[in-house]
């Protein structure tokens, strides 16, 4: 199940690859059913919060009318950062699986671990390496595409 899922934030972060953003996806389950979805939009949108875990997160709380995600797991193709890590931890979402490590800003274990510090009043579960090489290389793919072509973002 957790590959059909992480596919699914993969679909997500092609669609920010295809608006030149850079390509992180993230959907969010309950008993089985997506109930988020988001992609990164902060380069179009002009929002520094618009990651693709905080647009899922939004998406989830519209969905199931409230602000705190029991029982739900986050899909995301890039390890979140400290943002969207306290987001995760304020949503109360159950688990978190992630595609690849963020090795500079990853905030669930690879430079910080806001996910599971005891002092905080929620901790998450946490699983890496779903589809790590998919995850790793549509990155790859649009960082090289980018410098191939010299766009900015």
Not at 117 to 128: D, R
């Amino acid at each position: 199940m957790d590959e059909f899922f992480m596919k699914e934030a993969l679909r997500e972060a092609q669609k920010a690859y295809e608006i030149n953003e850079v390509p992180i996806g993230a959907v969010i389950v309950k008993n089985g059913e997506i109930v988020g979805r988001g992609y990164n939009q902060k380069e179009t949108m002009k929002d520094a919060t618009l990651h693709a875990e905080i647009s899922a997160i939004k998406d989830a709380c519209r969905n199931l009318g409230g602000w705190r995600l029991p029982g739900c797991t986050m899909y995301v193709t890039l390890e979140p950062c400290p943002m969207c890590a306290g987001a995760l931890v304020n949503s109360r979402v159950e688990k978190l699986v992630i595609g690849a490590r963020d090795l500079k800003t990853g905030a669930c274990g690879s430079v910080l671990n806001i996910v599971q510090t005891e002092k905080l009043n929620h901790q998450i579960n946490v699983q890496f390496g779903i589809m790590e090489e998919d995850c790793t290389k549509v990155l790859k793919d649009f960082f090289w595409d980018l410098r191939s072509s010299k766009k900015h973002i």
